[in-house]
């Protein structure tokens, strides 16, 4: 039974062939470094850990780790250049003079792209990359877990330009006759950690299985995600997999389940089919009314048992954004010239490909959902101020999210969510890397730490649109329409990519793939344009 359900899921999950082998992977040529000494000067520094924005600091790292951190000067005052570091034989500098550093992204949802989509290797990475997303977790490994292994040993080997990469396996995947019993969960993880995963992505199961995958995969000191699928939410949901041992959870699914108080399942229609995606969406937007109401007794109760296990929410606002603004996600702009031609067929209405439920949305369904997020944002923001651990991850790839650009709109749907610009900073560094057991290596700017950066050359926090490969749009005191912003630099183990270089990369693969398709972006229902 386990195994059919599993496999329900997964299908659900993608419904295309893209967990097949990807064969086109990026070389290294685009980088510059490291070096036996590297120094960025003159930036200011909006580090991870909620600090206030400080500079001009001069980074200076050493292969590729951090070995300074330092403030070289004041705000309008001309450096003294004797306080600066001072560049060794054979360093290499990079004059960053008004730019703003962060630490490198993480993107805790980050699936590699399928070969249905069009979405290979290269395409994916250079897209993350060229938004300063330095580590990835890929929840599922849906290329196969030695795929996904080998991807992230040349990663750390700087053998290809690609984010660092955690593997979270499908749970089950492999076994071949399904996972039946506590016993057989029970060595399905042992087996996987023995393989060399890093983690676990669940998707439900009876409660009996999933209680039993979680304590072992803790034991042996594994993390472990969810999306707390329908088919099994009734009867095991957030609550339960946090006490079990589950690190984090994804979307929400599973929430609001743990919040219900008047009901015990989610007030499906009679005529409800999980298979007919519409269906499935269209009432999830209606699921965070049912639960209990904002800072209600169960609500807050529900809250504080999740905070006090020190247990990660990774709400991937995103990738649901089209359910309350279909015209809005669809029309994006970055489509036209970062889109490849088999993903924005993936995104048209279908009643196989997961995420393409738009057999008839309109207005009812978008205004249900907006009410949806309010909820939703409310408790993930409340989350947040209560002490609990708050990530971004993108799950790009689906629902007109694209990846790396998904990424940014995250960063700002935790800001309309209430966070402070400098609170959804940490969430994008160091939640991540606290999440990923990491927080000794990424996820701020500190002596010792990897040399992950994204550096800008506006301000993020005065607009985080501004971390977007399109930049963000500006009138100049000369009335003239100028794009500023994308980021500059991305740094990862110590290596200097120019990520504007890499976004321009990935334009020229769309525009290829355009010309070799004979392809031409058309809105749903619309012809594509005849010459």
């Given amino acids: 039974m386990f195994k059919r359900m599993f496999m329900l899921v997964l299908a659900a999950l993608v419904a295309f062939p893209a967990w097949a082998q990807l064969k086109k992977s990026p070389d290294r040529a685009e980088g510059d470094g490291p070096y036996p000494q590297l120094i960025i000067r003159g930036v200011t520094l909006i580090n991870g850990n909620g600090a206030p924005p400080i500079g001009p600091m001069d980074i200076v790292v050493e292969g590729n780790v951090i070995t300074e951190v330092k403030q070289v000067g004041y705000p309008g005052v001309e450096i003294n250049e004797n306080r600066r570091p001072k560049l060794k034989p054979g360093g290499k500098e990079y004059d960053c003079t008004g730019m703003y550093l962060m630490p490198g992204f993480v993107d805790m949802h980050g699936h590699i792209g399928g070969q249905a989509q ?30 996904v292994l080998e991807h992230k040993r040349r990663s750390e080997a700087n053998e290809i330009t690609a984010p660092r990469i955690l593997a979270y396996t499908a749970f089950g995947m492999g076994a071949e006759n399904g996972i039946n019993s506590s016993e057989e969960a029970i060595e399905w993880v042992r087996q996987n950690a023995k393989n060399g995963a890093d983690g676990i992505k669940f998707f439900g199961a009876s409660p009996e299985i999933m209680d039993a995958a979680l304590r072992e995969n803790k034991k042996l000191g594994l993390r472990s995600a969810c999306h707390h699928a329908q088919m099994d939410v009734a009867r095991w949901n957030v609550l339960n997999s946090a006490r079990a041992g589950l690190t984090s959870m994804e979307h929400w699914y599973g929430l609001p389940e743990a919040l219900f108080v008047d009901r015990t399942v989610q007030n499906y229609p009679v005529d409800y089919n999980y298979a007919n995606e519409q269906h499935r969406f269209g009432e999830a937007g209606r699921l965070w009314s049912q639960a209990a109401p904002p800072y209600s007794e169960k609500w807050n109760q529900v809250m504080q048992e999740l905070i006090d296990l020190d247990f990660t929410i990774d709400p991937t606002f995103n990738i649901y954004e089209a359910n309350r603004d279909l015209h809005r ?31 008839f949305w309109g207005t009812e369904e978008e205004v249900e959902w907006k009410k949806n997020y309010q909820l939703w944002m409310t408790f993930v923001n409340e989350y947040k101020n209560r002490g609990g651990r708050v990530t971004a991850g993108s799950d790009s790839g689906f629902i007109f999210q694209l990846y ?10 935790l800001r309309e969510a209430g966070f402070h610009p400098l609170e959804v900073i940490r969430s994008a560094t ?16 500190e002596v010792g730490k990897l040399a992950d950066f994204a550096i800008v050359e506006e301000n993020p926090l005065a607009n985080l649109k501004v971390l977007y490969g399109t930049g963000a749009i500006k009138l100049t005191e000369d009335n003239e329409i100028v794009r500023v912003g994308g980021v500059k630099y991305t740094v990862k183990d110590g290596v200097v990519y120019d990520a504007k270089k890499l976004l321009e990369d990935v334009r020229m693969m769309v525009e290829d793939s355009k010309r070799n398709e004979e392809f031409e972006i058309a809105q749903p229902g619309n012809a594509p344009k005849k010459n």
Avoid at 129 to 141: E, K, L
Avoid at 404 to 413: D, M, P, S, V
Avoid at 436 to 442: R, S
């Fill in 118 to 147: 069009g979405a290979y290797a290269e395409y994916v990475f250079k897209l993350w990359m060229g938004h300063g997303i330095t580590t990835i977790r890929d929840p599922s490994a849906g290329n196969g877990l030695d795929w």
């Fill in 329 to 359: 996600a669809r029309r994006a702009e970055w489509h036209e010239e970062y889109t490849m031609p088999g993903l924005w067929r993936f995104y048209m209405p279908s009643k196989i490909s997961h995420g393409s439920y738009w057999h």
């Fill in 404 to 413: 790396g650009f998904a990424y940014i709109r995250e960063l700002e749907l």
């Fill in 430 to 445: 160091l939640n991540g890397a606290e999440a990923l057991g990491m927080a000794d290596k990424i996820g701020t700017v």
